[in-house]
């Protein structure tokens, strides 16, 4: 899960971090432990291959990293210094540890070039960000376009209306909105190659491609 910046530079996008202060110390006694299915679909989606490169938005305190394979070389980024205080320590006590770099930056706007990652992928974070959109976008930007872009996170077809009326009390305490995620990743430009349920919640998983209408 991730947080971000108070404000963005050179814009008027406000973001809340204060709730993942409080969350970091329980948030994997809590949640973690729960989304277990959702971290090991993420990486199994992609079928990595030793010194591929990985970019994991909102990586929180690492839980996902338990289920990267030895070779990959991961970015893993978050804007919750407490969240990756945690995923530094965590990844410290694992064997046979990925090659890990832990950053604090903001997702929407990537501190990468263009085409920098073989995949990205991001787990119950874009519900949680200012702009999910403009996440996305920036997550296609950096990843090749013979890349995937893996994404996990709760959706339910056809059922935001009412769930959208809590997205302000939602956002507040960072529990995250209701997000189209069908038509936002065919408005970025992307096409899902995979879609499916994990477990018997409603968290699905999303493996997108670059669209063939892409230039």
Not at 17 to 24: D, L, T
Not at 96 to 105: G, R
Not at 182 to 211: A, D, N, P, Q, W
Request: with cysteine.
């Amino acid at each position: 899960m991730q947080s971000l910046p108070q404000r963005s530079m050179g814009s008027d996008r406000r973001h809340r971090h204060g709730p993942y202060r409080f969350y970091a110390p329980i948030y994997d006694r809590v949640f973690s432990s729960r989304l277990k299915g959702s971290y090991k679909g993420m990486y199994s989606a992609l079928d990595l291959e030793d010194g591929a490169t990985v970019l994991e938005v909102g990586v929180g305190t690492g839980a996902s990293l338990d289920f990267c394979p030895t070779g990959v070389r991961v970015e893993a980024i978050d804007f919750s210094e407490p969240m990756l205080e945690k995923a530094r320590a965590r990844l410290g006590k694992r064997v046979d540890a990925p090659e890990v770099s832990f950053t604090k930056m903001d997702a929407h706007r990537l501190e990468f070039p263009d085409g920098h990652f073989d995949h990205s992928m991001v787990s119950h974070a874009l519900a949680v960000v200012a702009e999910p959109m403009c996440v996305l976008r920036e997550m296609k930007r950096v990843t090749k376009p013979s890349g995937k872009i893996v994404i996990v996170n709760h959706y339910k077809r056809g059922g935001g209306v009412l769930i959208s009326l809590f997205n302000p009390i939602r956002k507040r305490f960072g529990l995250g909105m209701h997000v189209d995620f069908e038509s936002m990743i065919s408005e970025c430009g992307l096409e899902i190659e995979l879609s499916k349920k994990i477990g018997r919640s409603h968290r699905t998983l999303f493996v997108c491609v670059y669209s063939n209408t892409n230039e």
